[in-house]
């Protein structure tokens, strides 16, 4: 066999292999990607119905919304997605949702077209407190009180006179 001849066997006998290799491949490929889509979606309840909710914050959260029979029953917003003393109000927001839904906001989300926020509550179902100082005065004031043991309606009158004033 010349020279010539015994490269040609080499390229088709390369093409052969390559081919069978890329097939298999383009198989397991084609299964990863599947996999990734199907795990994916799990999250957003896409594949193989809704997600269960396991973090302990959240149970005890959407338990104290039943009982409470809250205007606002969204889930707020988790801590971690902040830092500082905006993670800490987020975090204690979940605390006292009783408290914060019998609030009315007085940076005026509640008529903004924008917001169509309910109560103080609902500042903390999306990242609007995370960037309002009135909504996370009116929070902090609302936490200290609570501390302190005083009701619902004390530190609802007490936000009324410090904060109806100034607005």
């Known amino acids: 066999m010349s020279k010539k001849n015994k490269s040609l066997k080499r390229i088709n006998e390369r093409k052969i292999k390559h081919g069978k290799t890329s097939g298999l491949l383009y198989i397991a490929g084609a299964l990863f990607v599947l996999l990734a889509v199907f795990i994916g979606l799990r999250p957003f309840g896409l594949a193989g119905g809704p997600s269960p ?59 903004n077209p924008r917001f169509h926020h309910k109560n103080l509550l609902t500042c903390f179902t999306d990242d609007h407190a995370s960037k309002c100082g009135i909504c996370l005065s009116q929070f902090n004031m609302a936490w200290s009180m609570s501390k302190e043991g005083k009701s619902s309606e004390e530190i609802r009158v007490a936000e009324d006179n410090f904060f109806g004033k100034r607005s």
């Open 53 to 111: 909710v396991t973090d302990p914050a959240t149970i005890a959260y959407l338990e104290k919304v039943k009982k409470a029979g809250l205007v606002e029953t969204r889930q707020l917003i988790p801590s971690r997605r902040y830092d500082g003393r905006v993670a800490q109000a987020y975090k204690n927001a979940v605390k006292i949702p009783g408290v914060l839904d019998s609030i009315y906001c007085y940076c005026k989300c509640k008529e």
